[in-house]
């Protein structure tokens, strides 16, 4: 299966998983230097998670995700010394420094977020692909989320919806095995998560989430599954964090041991591995793509410490949005690019014509 | 103009605004088939389909969420919530959700969202169904509160919401739907933050919003048979505040009494109040006094019902107090 993917593919998801390794790596030191504050989630561990699943999808598709959300935005395309700059809580981030690690949006990529609160992303995942099958769009949404935030109401509430209404939408539990400290098995009845979609009439795999290839070959099917208009899917990618679950956890809930075999599993050197072996690239091209992200991630921290704190009046923006006040577009903001924003039918040229239940429309019978 | 009741001037509002913009629907519990649970969106499954009329099942902060999510990109949601006694299951949607996207984002998002249902005293229902959330959702910034009294600004209050580019929070109330008000022909949009002098006065201002405003105004006709005449301002926005309206007011009589059905503590009363010690202190005669619902969980027993909400001796009482005309 994987041997057909392009060299191009294999490497795209080789750079996107460097890179989101090395900018992790970045992230905790300059933590340590006191450059990022506040809770900081780093990815690293869950890298083919995010990778294989940004491959496999559409750009026009939709992506929202929890807090742990420098990866996906990574994976997406956003710039790294934007993503940096908002850790930092500088004004060049994609937030202008307001939302921090745990709020990163890039609209330009159809990134939807980084939310805080464990779960609340599900519900509003569901209203992106519920506007996809109201315009009548053939675009899909990835949402992903935790396995602890598979014990909320929201996640209950949304996948009942989802596949009562065949939302397009391939929701992903990455399985980390953690909820902050706490063993998902300990407070689960039912630890894999992918058992649960059973229970909402809609299909449920799990899939090897250390190893990108299979997540990629996972999330292509899930999502053409959701997108040809058979509904949800719940897929469970079993992955693993090799960090505490935020910057101020040292981790001291999982046995040294338990981590160590995991290392064995990392998303990163088994890809390189097959890469290698199928001769998709030699070593010296790969070791030339790592020297590549070294320099991305250096500058990223460069641009970062060299940006400024947001302007004090930047308080007064961003709360409530004035009339005739146009979306901000980040890269358009601080790089000055040009960028390619979402666009969609106005409300006169919009023709509805789905019907959730066809029998609705029709008219009491009158005698 | 014609008379209509409020339910129907909110009916009016929706079917002309899905009319108008098909990035308008409508999502909540019993909407559809069952023609709304207070019958506001009579009519509209047949007129719209079930993609527009959305039937949710008894999740609010599911279906609160999707709205919030459908509105990220660009559709414009009306959720109803049955009441806003379950609203308070989608308070982590709305509150942390909604008026924070914005924020987070920073600026590359906005929330079209209309959040509305009915909220205050059911009417015989005891403590879960009779409350209302006037100052909690009015202290969040990133959202704006409506509150009206009136058939008309039901309707023209209830259409500028959904136009609105935030999300904005409509609070009905259970016991008005049936109230007949003159609403005028034709396109009506109120603009979201401005109050109404809704009687003319010059002796004492009556401040209030919403079901209150009927009790205020039976108060100020009893006033005027002993020859005091109030003026009756109805905030109709609770957030932004009309602080102009307010202050006016309060410097063209000199004497202000806030009636609202909300509890006293921390409640929107005394927003005002604080506004008027800070920015009109010189120009009042005596001190702002509240009349609100009392301090303690609504009963089900009928007498208890009606001495818990402001009462028209409570008005009245309060009114000639600020008049120093009690001598208790």
């Known amino acids: 299966?994987?041997?057909?993917?392009?060299?191009?593919?294999?490497?795209?998801?080789y750079r996107s998983m460097v890179l989101i390794r090395r900018f992790e790596e970045r992230a905790a030191q300059q933590y340590g230097l006191g450059k990022i504050a506040g809770f900081c989630h780093l990815y690293i561990g869950q890298e083919a998670v995010a990778v294989g699943a940004t491959e496999a999808i559409r750009p026009d598709d939709y992506v929202i995700t929890a807090y742990r959300d420098h990866g996906q935005a990574l994976a997406r395309g956003a710039d790294p010394g934007m993503v940096m700059a908002e850790l930092f809580g500088r004004s060049t981030g994609y937030s202008k420094g307001k939302g921090g690690s745990m709020h990163l949006f890039d609209i330009e990529h159809h990134f939807y977020g980084g939310f805080a609160i464990v779960g609340a992303q599900i519900p509003l995942g569901t209203g992106l692909s519920f506007a996809s099958r109201y315009r009548n769009e053939d675009r899909i949404t990835v949402c992903l989320f935790g396995d602890a935030a598979a014990n909320q109401g929201a996640f209950h509430e949304s996948l009942n919806m989802a596949s009562k209404w065949k939302l397009p939408i391939v929701y992903i539990c990455e399985n980390n095995r953690y909820g902050m400290g706490t063993d998902i098995a300990r407070v689960s009845a039912e630890a894999e998560i992918a058992k649960r979609a059973c229970a909402y009439a809609m299909r449920g795999e799990q899939v090897d989430g250390m190893d990108v290839l299979k997540v990629y070959e996972a999330v292509k099917e899930c999502a053409e599954h959701a997108r040809s208009g058979r509904g949800p899917v719940l897929l469970e990618a079993q992955t693993y964090r090799y960090r505490g679950h935020s910057m101020a956890d040292p981790a001291t809930y999982r046995e040294k041991s338990e981590v160590e075999s995991e290392r064995k599993n990392d998303p990163i050197p088994r890809l390189r591995d097959y890469i290698l072996r199928v001769k998709a690239a030699s070593e010296p091209e790969l070791d030339a793509i790592d020297a590549q992200i070294k320099k991305i991630v250096d500058e990223a921290v460069k641009f970062a410490d060299a940006s400024p704190e947001p302007s004090e009046d930047e308080l007064w923006h961003d709360t409530i949005v004035e009339p005739g006040e146009p979306d901000v577009r980040p890269r358009e903001r601080v790089l000055g690019e040009k960028v390619q924003w979402p666009s969609y039918p106005s409300g006169k040229e919009l023709k509805v014509t789905w019907e959730i239940e066809p029998s609705g429309k029709t008219e009491k019978k009158v005698g | 103009m014609p008379e209509i009741m409020y339910r129907e001037a909110l009916n009016q509002a929706l079917a002309e605004e899905m009319e108008r913009d098909a990035n308008v629907f409508l999502i909540g519990e019993e909407v559809g088939k069952y023609q709304g649970a207070f019958k506001v969106s009579q009519g509209l499954l047949q007129r719209f389909g079930s993609a527009r009329v959305v039937d949710a099942p008894i999740s609010e902060l599911g279906f609160t969420g999707l709205g919030i999510g459908a509105a990220m990109v660009g559709l414009r949601p009306v959720v109803e919530m049955m009441t806003f006694n379950f609203a308070i299951l989608a308070m982590d949607q709305i509150l942390n959700g909604a008026a924070k996207i914005r924020h987070m984002s920073g600026g590359q998002l906005r929330v079209p969202i209309v959040i509305r249902g009915p909220e205050g005293t059911g009417?015989?229902?005891?403590?879960?169904?009779?409350?209302?959330?006037?100052?909690?959702?009015?202290?969040?910034?990133?959202?704006?509160?409506?509150?009206?009294?009136?058939?008309?600004?039901?309707?023209?209050?209830?259409?500028?919401?959904?136009?609105?580019?935030?999300?904005?929070?409509?609070f009905?109330?259970?016991?008005?739907?049936?109230?007949?008000?003159?609403?005028?022909?034709?396109?009506?949009?109120?603009?979201?933050?401005?109050?109404?002098?809704?009687?003319?006065?010059?002796?004492?201002?009556?401040?209030?919003?919403?079901?209150?405003?009927?009790?205020?105004?039976?108060?100020?006709?009893?006033?005027?048979?002993?020859?005091?005449?109030?003026e009756i301002l109805?905030?109709?926005?609770?957030?932004p505040l009309d602080e102009e309206a307010i202050l006016a007011t309060a410097r063209k009589t000199n004497r202000v009494v806030i009636v609202e059905e909300g509890w006293p503590h921390v409640g929107m009363g005394a927003q005002i109040a604080d506004l008027l010690q800070h920015k009109a202190f010189d120009y009042l005669d005596a001190p702002v006094l509240r009349v609100s619902g009392l301090d303690v969980n609504m009963s089900y027993a009928a007498n208890l019902e009606n001495l818990i909400q402001p009462t028209l001796a409570r008005i009245v009482g309060a009114v000639k107090k600020v008049l120093y005309l009690e001598e208790k």
């Open chain 2, 172 to 230: 009905e109330a259970e016991r008005l739907y049936a109230v007949k008000g003159e609403v005028p022909e034709g396109e009506l949009l109120i603009p979201i933050g401005k109050a109404e002098v809704k009687r003319e006065g010059k002796d004492v201002s009556l401040i209030t919003w919403s079901r209150m405003y009927y009790y205020v105004e039976q108060a100020a006709a009893e006033l005027e048979k002993e020859g005091i005449h109030p």
């Open chain 2, 123 to 170: 009417g015989r229902l005891s403590s879960q169904h009779s409350q209302v959330f006037d100052s909690i959702y009015s202290n969040f910034p990133g959202i704006k509160v409506v509150a009206p009294a009136t058939p008309k600004d039901a309707k023209g209050l209830l259409k500028t919401a959904i136009r609105d580019d935030n999300p904005v929070i409509v």
């Open chain 1, 1 to 13: 299966m994987a041997s057909a993917l392009k060299k191009e593919t294999l490497l795209q998801m």
């Open chain 2, 234 to 239: 109805d905030l109709r926005s609770l957030r």
